[in-house]
């Protein structure tokens, strides 16, 4: 180890699709950032397929919306279904014209975008991405953050002004912070499936993005470019290796398609799914985004997003303090303003979602679906539940917060 540590403005831990962002917008702002992944580039996985409309305007101010779109999907629709009833909900994106250009979800699989950003990174004279560089420790003092890098050739040393912890959900920053992350795991696997197979030949009016409830086996359906992605629910009492067998496979596409045995699939992955917020997004010169601070299931797509929100808006304000224009207490309102938004939107409507989709046919449940219908029938309640499930709404409530 160097006994005087290089220096750079800004550390990121984890080039996922948050850290990625919020590493370009520093470096667009003329910051000098590092960011540093454990793994050898951004991990290719069947997460994160949906983009909303805010996420687009403000991918658009570092110039990467227009790849997302050419590389994904358009999907102004998307659909609420009930598998007992057969009854479809669509709610399309294109009534709220009138408040974005981006007027439809993007379809597309999230490393795309970590991958395309940190390319354009390594081109910045101010960036550095350090991929296989595994942030193991840090101290941070009034002056600074010192962080401890581990790498193929040893353990090196980097003195930065901010570090910030976009690691992902076993966030090695938020546990050396000591900071509580409190909520729940869901009792059950989610069993994510995809498949290059053109489901939509066979089901009628299936939009890209489908929240199938079913008190049996809820379903979402999900299409991006290459294939369409299945994810069910699977009891964590059954073994691993049957759920991801081609018997379970069969069943589960047999329960949709004419013949399931037929169906080639790509990828078969289990995931355990939490509901989870960090006591604090930051302390002193250390700050959390993304799943490091927070994770919700999956339905309503709002795990990415909710993310690239909080990098957008504590990356305004480290840009203001960096820059002498801001006083640091500016990172309190950002954890009080995403804080909040995690828990009063994020959290709530997740938790929500998935109630519906496990409706059974009880009398909450229909009451749940009525609501919904008659939501759907009402043009401007269907548009306050359009700008909410894009994100809009939660947006203006985080900048209402002082
Ligand atoms: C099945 C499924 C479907 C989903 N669908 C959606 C969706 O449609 N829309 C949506 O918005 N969200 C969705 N999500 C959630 C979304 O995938 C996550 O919210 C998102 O990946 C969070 O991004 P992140 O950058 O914070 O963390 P991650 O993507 O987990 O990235 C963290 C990165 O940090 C690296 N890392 C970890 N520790 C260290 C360390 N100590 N030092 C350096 N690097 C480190 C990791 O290798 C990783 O590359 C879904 C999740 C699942 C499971």
């Known amino acids: 180890m160097s006994a005087h540590p290089k220096r750079v403005q800004v550390v990121i831990a984890g080039a996922g699709p948050v850290g990625c962002v919020a590493a370009t917008y520093l470096a667009q702002q003329g910051i000098d950032v590092m960011l540093a992944e454990t793994g050898p580039d951004a991990a290719q996985d069947l997460r994160a397929s949906t983009f909303h409309p805010p996420t687009l305007e403000m991918l658009d101010t570092l110039g990467i919306s227009d790849y997302l779109m050419e590389t994904g999907l358009n999907a102004p629709v998307y659909c609420w279904r009930d598998r007992k009833t057969g009854e479809v909900l669509s709610f399309d994106l294109s009534e709220i014209s009138d408040v974005t250009r981006f007027p439809f979800r993007i379809q597309c699989e999230q490393y795309y975008l970590a991958r395309k950003l940190a390319e354009r990174l390594q081109e910045m004279p101010n960036a550095q991405v350090m991929y296989g560089h595994r942030v193991i420790h840090f101290e941070q003092d009034n002056d600074g953050v010192t962080v401890s890098l581990e790498h193929m050739t040893g353990i090196s040393q980097v003195r930065a002004d901010y570090l910030i912890g976009a690691d992902g959900a076993n966030s090695l920053v938020r546990k050396w912070l000591d900071i509580e992350f409190d909520g729940f795991t869901y009792p059950e696997h989610f069993l994510c499936l995809s498949t290059k197979q053109p489901i939509h030949d066979e089901i009628p009016n299936l939009s890209h993005v489908n929240y199938v409830s079913d008190p049996d086996e809820w379903l979402v359906l999900l299409r991006v470019p290459s294939v369409w992605r299945v994810l069910v629910p699977a009891g964590l009492d059954e073994d691993p290796a049957w759920l991801t067998s081609d018997a379970k496979k069969n069943q589960v596409f047999g329960g949709l398609l004419a013949d399931g045995e037929a169906v080639q699939t790509e990828h078969r992955t289990l995931y355990r799914v939490h509901q989870r917020v960090a006591k604090s997004f930051h302390v002193n010169r250390v700050l959390l985004m993304g799943d490091s601070a927070h994770l919700n299931n999956p339905l309503g797509g709002f795990g ?98 002082t």
Do not use: W
């Open 304 to 401: 990415m997003n909710s993310g690239i929100h909080d990098a957008f808006n504590g990356c305004e304000k480290l840009v203001k303090i960096l820059r002498g224009e801001g006083s640091p207490d500016l990172l309190q309102l950002y954890d009080r303003q995403r804080r909040t938004v995690t828990h009063a939107f994020t959290q709530q409507q997740t938790i929500e979602n998935m109630a519906i989709m496990r409706g059974g046919q009880s009398e909450a449940h229909q009451r749940r679906q009525d609501a919904m219908q008659a939501l759907a029938n009402d043009p401007g309640r269907r548009r306050a539940y359009l700008l909410k499930q894009a994100m809009f709404s939660s947006l203006a409530d985080a900048a209402a917060i």
